[in-house]
């Protein structure tokens, strides 16, 4: 039986090539859940031929994000701040924040350690009850969480982030899956030394766009895109984004419909033997205690999911369409047999 890379099989998921090249005998197309993005994306207008002969304009940029603050909840556009991808937003962070001891609610994704130890600045990952007494400069929580779907109730996180405020802490929340549950945000919340990032692609199921932001005190934004320049996202990007973004009735839609098919597939799973812990609607995290060969068994048969090394009972599936969940079914009944 192949095995993965340990980069590719555990790092992000969505590796699709080195998964066909691990396992090459496993039909195609592949169905990809090793992610938690939206399998029906967005369908709309992309950047006209002239807009990609030019550079983008800062304007269009601008418009951008008054578009999305207004979907955020925030009413002063000028704290928020477009990026290529909450990735890119995330580890510019400590070029802004100075010297900083960080604390990581975790387990989590790994890209927020990544970043800070890149730049030098001593880590710790923390559980919940220590972040909410935890003295540290910088306190990152996700939320909704990844890979787990942990989630922390909005008045809480305001409460959190406001008392570290008053003691001069900073408060990192990352909402790159909050689209699905925007009753979660603070993304509108005028707290100083908050900081919250925001991802286009997932929920919008268009991550190669590369489209995030950044939602911060004004002065924050101001220093963040002085390190980003003037062109820090695409023309298709910024097109891509102010469509979406204005497409109410596709985001309530996609909303309901993510729920269903979550439900659809806590279905399939329990009716295997898996056992959802965790997740949201666009992922599920499982536990069985033949999480490995599980996953190089679906593997075989042309579908990706996500395993952690560091935790061998757990496989994450991203919800699938409804058409995917047969090829799903029948693949779980292959194994089993």
Not at 106 to 124: F, I, M
Not at 187 to 202: H, M, Q
Not at 267 to 277: D, E, N, P
Request: hydrophobic fraction near 45%; include cysteine; aromatic fraction near 6%.
């Amino acid at each position: 039986m192949a095995s993965m890379s340990p980069v590719g099989a555990y790092r992000h998921g969505g590796r699709l090539r080195e998964a066909a090249a691990a396992f090459p005998r496993a039909p195609t197309p592949w169905l990809d859940l090793s992610t938690g993005i939206n399998p029906q994306p967005w369908r709309g207008p992309r950047a006209a031929w002239s807009d990609l002969a030019r550079l983008p304009d800062p304007a269009e940029i601008a418009d951008l994000e008054r578009i999305a603050a207004s979907v955020f909840g925030v009413e002063d556009s000028r704290r928020v701040l477009a990026t290529a991808g909450a990735e890119a937003g995330l580890r510019l962070l400590p070029a802004v924040i100075g010297e900083a001891e960080v604390a990581i609610v975790s387990p989590t994704y790994s890209g927020h350690e990544t970043a800070w130890r890149l730049a030098e600045r001593p880590v710790a990952a923390v559980s919940l009850e220590v972040a909410l007494e935890t003295a540290a400069s910088m306190l990152v929580i996700v939320n909704p969480n990844n890979p787990d779907g942990g989630r922390i109730e909005r008045p809480a996180l305001l409460e959190l982030a406001t008392s570290r405020s008053r003691n001069g802490l900073w408060t990192v929340v990352d909402e790159s899956f909050v689209e699905a549950t925007p009753e979660l945000s603070v993304a509108g919340a005028t707290i100083e030394r908050l900081i919250v990032l925001r991802s286009f692609g997932k929920f919008y199921g268009l991550p190669g766009v590369r489209l995030g932001f950044i939602i911060a005190e004004p002065i924050v934004v101001e220093r963040l895109q002085a390190l980003q320049g003037d062109w820090p996202i695409s023309a298709d990007a910024v097109a891509i984004g102010r469509a979406a973004y204005l497409d109410e009735t596709w985001r309530v839609q996609t909303r309901e419909r993510l729920e269903r098919d979550a439900h659809a597939l806590d279905q399939l799973l329990a009716a295997y033997g898996l056992t959802v812990i965790g997740g949201t609607s666009l992922f599920r995290l499982t536990s069985t205690l033949g999480a490995r060969a599980l996953f190089e068994g679906l593997c075989e048969q042309g579908i990706l999911t996500r395993p952690f090394p560091d935790a061998e009972d757990r496989l994450r599936i991203g919800v699938p369409r409804e058409a995917d969940l047969a090829r799903l079914a029948a693949a779980l009944e292959g194994l089993k047999s």
